[in-house]
């Protein structure tokens, strides 16, 4: 053996090697959006250490990896983590000694440096870490419900590197396999059956649980607690899938039985994904839970779908709204176990291929299993409510570009749910459903468990049907550009044949700076009445700023309906004696179309080319409807006269007169009390009307039936607690609310009492509602100092703010409060809500003086507040435009 020559060849080598490294080893910053491809996850084993009645957990994350190519560190997220040790191991299992570091405390983002050269190859990294139970909802989040803490999780969207180390983004795809070493009495449940369980020292046990099917980072979940377990209807096989689905129910501690009802409808809609899909459901099991505080609605873990505890605990005093709400959302979240976990967006650009699908989805499923909830009419009714965002400047792509974590955060807007869902429609429309669906399902069988951009959803889709890229085009014309297309309409007779003649702008409300002139690919279809009273439809791609279509057998009086069945992402604009036609034949057209009136109705009072007295003048023809959407559609606008239009007795009794006649008998009709039998439907006029003549016309008649509920439950059970099951369940929030309008401090007094011994949340709700509509000066101001008293949930925060500025005088006590209170609001509810902050402090203004102010403030805060930037350009624009429609009202116009 000669050791000298053995050390020449090793340093030999390691000079080589150095020198190589010099040329092809990263020098490069931190990463603040995208990481960088040359280390890629491979698997992650994560073990981690609960105990919700601490206040911080451990964690170690071993995640098999590959450098692509040599390098001397590697960049992944981490947030608020203590690393306390870090190895790195090769293919040859030697172990490097390998240092983690912070390298963008704001973002996230962290370093972990070789002290080498290593070269390309596979290795194992080991980061053993504690960290904070986060506050804000975020990551690995504690909770307490009946005063018993509780642990569970929320990835989305960036806040895995807050739970554990790793490469957070969705384009690396991988397995994870999960342990949770909880105390013996403490139950665990994750994304995949349990394998395997371990008697630990001290009484604590190790659960292991299966792999999983390759996810991105923000659908890794847990939860620890003293949960029930509710075992649900088992899930049969189909002709997708071979095995029996297991399906459970995880809900606090006492409350198990209430999530029954959520457990049985859950089979029949996973069965009619599956037939859908034409793919089996792909993960081991469904656990549905109830999370006790929650920031958003739900999230779709697959296999462990958590809810917040409003839409999973329902029983026979429930609001028809949350049993409704239940069903909904459970659809969209199943939904979301094809559309994001089995095939999932490579970056957040590409988020409404989650969101936008889901939610198209979830109106087919329930239409299917559900006609009578008329998912039809709330499709149509979202995408109205996205035109509204959409009418502004300031608004987002359904493909935004991302420029830092804010745009990430502001993605999950009306833009990519609701908007992108009735751009599916319009093009399932299109195509045909049969074709749509023979696109998605390739779309979902050839991306499964990877990644897929909208270019390979359009390529599928274009595929199945064999269009060309006029099609394309049309389609990526509402997904990469902003905006709502205003459809102009003109029919003429012309050598005897009737002609459409079509023109395309941008709409724009009165007072927008923004530039109409704009283009898209509009499959448009019209229906219209031919001799003999039948009606015909016509459909036309329109990618030209002005096209026409001949309406064969439509004569000089027919009309036409510029939007057949309301299925087009699209505003119009009728030629007056056109529109006089239609209104004329409303009561025969189909519920969905009679939508895309009151749309026609709203879109002209916004553009200004409508006034009050034409709202006021549709208004009652509409309300007339069976239809509980047809008939609130215009509320809505009632609402908005209400608020910033209505300055004189004189024209607030014009309004109240018309807003008794149209609604009042209705609801006598209805009673304030449910019925045996009744469709939750008429539960849920019942709802609607009750609150918009109570609150808002506050109608005497109403408050006193309202008032008499409100007294019953605040009077207390002989257990100390209020007897909120006395009112109707459905009305219990405006009762509440004109309770404690009426009564004052009395009634303010024992709703704040009892938020602490009330854990039922819809009651909760009720509750913060109720407070949050206190008008006295100093009752209001103890209902906003409550968004910051731990009596409050985080979650809950907003309920009770947005409650407290319902009028004039509640928006400016809130704007002062929130001036006064921001440090304290925004630690508690996180930064990371911040683009939701200018709305909710500030949303509903309508005056140049508060446009100017809430600039001001929030101007220095924006850097701190990701998202807020664009929060504030749309509040502040929506203000700015409400001003100028105000100031354009002309007042005689609400009293003819
Ligand atoms: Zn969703």
Known sequence: MCTTRRFTLAALALSISSFNAAAATPNDTAPLGKLPRWALPLAYQLDFRVDPRQSEYSGSATIDLELKQAADHLWLHGQDLSVVKVTLTDSKNQAHAVQYKVAAQKEGVATVEFGQTLPAGRYRMVLEYSAPFNQQLEGVYKVSSQGAPYVITQMEAISARYAFPGFDEPSFKTPFTLSLTVPENQVAVANTRQVAEQKLEQGWRKLSFAATKPLPTYLVAFAVGPWDVVDGPQIPATQWRAQTTPLRGIAPHGEGERIKPALAQTPAIITALEDYFGFGYPFDKVDLLAAPDFAAGAMENPGLVTFRDYLMLLDANSPANNVRGSFNVTAHELAHQWFGDTVTMPWWDDIWLNEAFATWMQAKITQQLHPEYRADLELINGANYAMQSD???????????????????????????????????????????????????????????????????????????????RFSKAMQSFLDQAGVPLVETTLSMENGKAVLHLKQQRYLPLGSAGDAKRLWGIPVCVRYSVAGG????????????????????????SWYMPNADAAGYYRFDMARADLARLTGSLTQLPDTEQLAYADAINAGFGRGDLDAAAVLAAAPQLAQSATREVATALIPTLKWLEKHEVRSDAQRERLTALARKMYLPRLQQLGYQRRAGESQDDALLRAALAQFLALDIKLPEVRKALLAQGDKALEKNADGKLDLAAANPDLLRTALSVATQEQGTPAVDVLIKALSNTSEPAQRMAILSGLGAATASANAQRARNLALDPLVKVGEMSTLLRASREDGEGREALWKWFTLNHEQLIKRSG???????????????????????????????????????????QTREKTLLCTALREKQDPAALLH
């Open 534 to 557: 039948d009606a015909k439809t016509q459909c036309e791609l329109l990618d030209q700023a002005q096209g026409k279509m001949v309406l064969p057998g439509a004569t000089a009086s």
């Open 391 to 469: 009418s502004l400047v300031s608004v987002r792509k359904i493909r935004q570009p991302i420029t830092g974590n804010g745009d990430i955060e502001t993605a999950f807007d009306g833009i990519t749910y609701q908007k992108g869902a009735a751009v599916l429609n319009m093009f399932e429309r299109y195509l045909g459903a049969d074709t749509f669906r023979q696109g998605v399902r390739s779309y979902i069988k050839q991306h499964q468990f990877a990644n897929a951009t909208a270019d390979d959803l359009v390529s599928a889709l274009a595929k199945a049907s064999g269009k060309d890229q």
């Open 831 to 873: 930064e990371t809500s911040g683009g939701r902050l200018p709305d909710l402090v500030a949303g509903d203004s309508c005056s140049q003086s508060e446009a100017d102010r809430m600039n001001s403030f929030f101007q220095p805060l924006l850097k701190q507040l990701p998202g807020a930037e664009r929060g504030l350009a």
